[in-house]
T-cell receptor, first 118, second 115 residues
Framework: GAVVSQHPSRVICKSGTSVKIECRSL??????MFWYRQFPKQSLMLMAT?????????EQGVEKDKFLINHASLTLSTLTVTSAHPEDSSFYIC??????????????FGSGTRLTVV | GQQLNQSPQSMFIQEGEDVSMNCTSS?????WLWYKQDPGEGPVLLIA?????ELTSNGRLTAQFGITRKDSFLNISASIPSDVGIYFC???????????????FGQGTELSVKP
């Protein structure tokens, strides 16, 4: 159990356009989802935490107007990169959990989305 | 903010050798987690540690939660080519109702295994 599907796996977009990335928990209801950004050969950097039905909490230095996060249901969270620029090119990863799972270290990660802005 | 210092950054070993990597922090964590990430994929959980001093094994992997709750190590015995990947430690700050259950990741250890 505990499967998280992330889509798309790769996307190339033109500078100035917006891109939406979806994160779905397939077999459990994820009360909390996290969005990370990872540059090549680097660690996962937490961008924001989203709880179902409430506004996302962004980490310091992450522009909330640029990275729009919506967690409208217990199985879906979306990250929209607005007005994308080449420096937004990165690997974006989501993870999903619940209170019970988190207490046991149960964070399930999606397979990531490689965003390239040209 | 909280940081995890993971070392070494990279390792090049021969198949069959044992591997050891560790993480230290200036902060105390409730839980330590060890993940493996393959290229172009999300991290996959290897071992979770919940109590200070805990030693846990998962096949050829062994990990320990430091007594001070500020450090952890991961050992891989008798490495094989499929062990290749990037290994991350992660500390959990608190559960969801307290500090959001956020994970702080170490910088990663890139493991290369020569057959």
């Amino acid at each position: 159990g505990a499967v998280v599907s992330q889509h798309p796996s790769r996307v190339i977009c033109k500078s100035g356009t917006s891109v939406k990335i979806e994160c779905r928990s397939l077999d459990f209801q994820a009360t909390t989802m996290f969005w990370y950004r990872q540059f090549p050969k680097q660690s996962l950097m937490l961008m924001a935490t989203s709880n179902e039905g409430s506004k996302a909490t962004y980490e310091q230095g992450v522009e909330k107007d640029k990275f729009l996060i919506n967690h409208a249901s217990l199985t879906l969270s979306t990250l929209t990169v607005t007005s994308a620029h080449p420096e937004d090119s990165s690997f974006y990863i989501c993870s999903a959990t619940t209170l019970d799972r988190a207490e046991r270290g149960g964070y399930t990660f999606g397979s990531g989305t490689r965003l390239t802005v040209v | 903010g909280q940081q995890l210092n993971q070392s070494p950054q990279s390792m090049f070993i021969q198949e069959g050798e044992d591997v050891s990597m560790n993480c230290t922090s200036s902060s105390i964590f409730n839980t330590w987690l060890w993940y493996k990430q393959d290229p172009g994929e999300g991290p996959v959980l290897l071992i979770a540690l919940y109590k200070a001093g805990e030693l846990t094994s998962n096949g050829r992997l062994t990990a320990q939660f430091g007594i001070t709750r500020k450090d952890s190590f991961l050992n891989i015995s008798a490495s094989i080519p499929s062990d290749v990947g990037i290994y991350f430690c992660a500390g959990q700050l608190g559960v969801i109702y307290n500090q959001g259950g956020k994970l702080i990741f170490g910088q990663g250890t890139e493991l290369s295994v020569k057959p």
